[in-house]
């Protein structure tokens, strides 16, 4: 298996602009998640997804941030308009194992909004 | 409700000598643990996992933990750091609600490995 895909690696873009991050969850899990990371505030998790539900989006800092589970095996998180402080790693990860909660991370996307 | 203490943001060692990165947990359920390592630039790297078996759990890479139920710890070890060691390592607990592998993760633990 691939693992958890993410694209792109890498994003910069202006301020005020529109960014979609995307990922491909491992095929057969059932769970994705959506994380932030940065410096400041660590690893933070925006919103999870069960059976493409959206399960939990308490984590979502404004409603700057959508993120939706159209099928099994893509998943999106959109930030619209963005800002500088959105600058950050953002990791998709996946999982399958409903009583032992491991997750697999997808490389991350580095988003750089100037 | 669950929760994940890692004692110093910090830890450097000498190469060749022990590690021990320090994990404390809060758990209203038997908890599930987990440790992660992330080297840089990249994501996170399942590294061991208790799951209610043995409470010596091996890892990848020679390190290994021990689930202390009486003490709520699940501090990681490795006998002998190497210099491919040096990472990012990350302490985490299974939410325990709904079985929807939701996770909470400590702050972690920035490990440097010197010669």
């Known amino acids: 298996d691939a693992g958890v895909i993410q694209s792109p690696r890498h994003e910069v873009t202006e301020m005020g602009q529109e960014v979609t991050l995307r990922c491909k969850p491992i095929s057969g899990h059932n769970s994705l998640f959506w994380y932030r990371q940065t410096m400041m505030r660590g690893l933070e998790l925006l919103i999870y997804f069960n059976n493409n539900v959206p399960i939990d989006d308490s984590g979502m800092p404004e409603d700057r941030f959508s993120a939706k589970m159209p099928n099994a095996s893509f998943s999106t998180l959109k930030i619209q308009p963005s800002e500088p402080r959105d600058s950050a790693v953002y990791f998709c990860a996946s999982s399958s194992n409903w009583s032992e909660g491991w997750q697999y991370f997808g490389p991350g996307t580095r988003l750089t909004v100037t | 409700a669950q929760s994940v203490t890692q004692l110093g943001s910090h830890v450097s060692v000498s190469e060749g000598a022990l590690v021990l990165l320090r994990c404390n947990y809060s758990s209203s359920v038997p908890p599930y643990l987990f440790w992660y390592v992330q080297y840089p630039n990249q994501g996170l790297q399942l590294l061991l996992k208790y799951t209610s078996a043995a409470t010596l759990v091996k890892g990848i890479n020679g390190f290994e933990a021990e689930f202390k139920k009486s003490e709520t710890s699940f501090h990681l070890t490795k006998p002998s750091a190497h210099m491919s060691d040096a990472a990012e390592y990350f302490c985490?607990?299974?939410?325990?609600?709904?079985?929807?592998?939701?996770?909470?993760f400590g702050a972690g633990t920035r490990l440097a490995v010197h010669p």
């Open positions: 985490a607990v299974s939410d325990g609600t709904g079985g929807y592998n939701k996770l909470i």
